[in-house]
């Protein structure tokens, strides 16, 4: 079983900066792709930013220019650097991945941490 622990979250005023980082650990073969996910209340969960373990990342349109994701493959870890913050960043984070544990494949999803942004 792989786990993810977000850490980072918080209050911050609009045009702030936020640091998100997620930490993969378990049984880890390796890990594909990385991503950052969002839910605001009364709305689906959408992708915000993915990266892959080669480095490639792609971002929705709404963070493009203000967000970057990045990643420590040696850690399994994920990072979201968050810029130029707006009212309507305010949401809870995830963060997930998935890869392999010896064999087997898995996806995973952390336990997800409030970023509120005030205006």
């Known amino acids: 079983q792989v786990q993810l622990v977000e850490s980072g979250g918080g209050l911050v005023q609009a045009g702030g900066s936020l640091r998100l980082s997620c930490a993969a650990s378990g049984r880890i073969f390796s890990i594909n792709a990385m991503d950052w996910h969002r839910q605001a209340p009364g709305k689906q969960r959408e992708l915000v930013a993915a990266i892959t373990s080669g480095g490639t990342s792609n971002y929705a349109d709404s963070v493009k220019g203000r967000f970057t994701i990045s990643r420590d493959n040696a850690k399994n870890t994920v990072f979201l650097q968050m810029n130029s913050l707006k009212p309507e960043d305010t949401a809870v984070y995830y963060c997930?991945?998935?890869?392999?544990?010896?064999?087997?494949?898995?996806?995973?999803w952390g336990q997800g941490t409030q970023v509120t942004v005030s205006s």
């Open positions: 997930h991945a998935d890869g392999l544990t010896g064999y087997i494949g898995f996806s995973s």
